[in-house]
């Protein structure tokens, strides 16, 4: 969800994933080489909280989750309908995507660690009220394009 360009798409499939399903609200911006992989089924222009789940015709199992502009308050519970049980989502949290416009500083940049510590409970609370395990909390090596530091949480669905 979020496949954009297709980096987390591209490294499943290196990987040895048999299909992909990429889901973005945008349109014309993943990379050619995965536009025309017969193992990538797009589902572009389309927002993932009002997605019909119906249209992945098998159970997923790893959803990756990379959205920008909307909480993942709002993109968990339809991922999660998606993925089998015992299948695992891995989400990347963005701070100033998580707490309040008075939290986030000058330019969209989280830079008090407290508040982006807050971030990521608040993500791996609500993972857990949806049924979800929280199996692993990981800071990402790459900061996000204004310098945020983004966070990888790694849900597991239970059996």
Known sequence: VGISTGGFADCLLQRGVRRVYGIDVGYGQVAWKLRRDDRV????RTNIRYFDTSNIPEPVDIATVDVSFISLVLVIPKVAEMVARGGYILTLVKPQ???????????GVV???ALQTKAVR????????????????????LKGPKGNQEYF???KKGQ
């Open 41 to 44: 089924v797009l589902f572009e």
């Open 97 to 107: 995507f998580e707490l309040s416009k008075g939290e986030v500083g000058k330019g």
């Open 111 to 113: 830079r008090d660690e």
């Open 122 to 141: 608040k993500i791996e609370e609500f993972a857990r009220s949806c049924g979800l395990d929280v199996v692993g909390v990981r800071p990402s090596v």
């Open 153 to 155: 949480i790694l849900l």
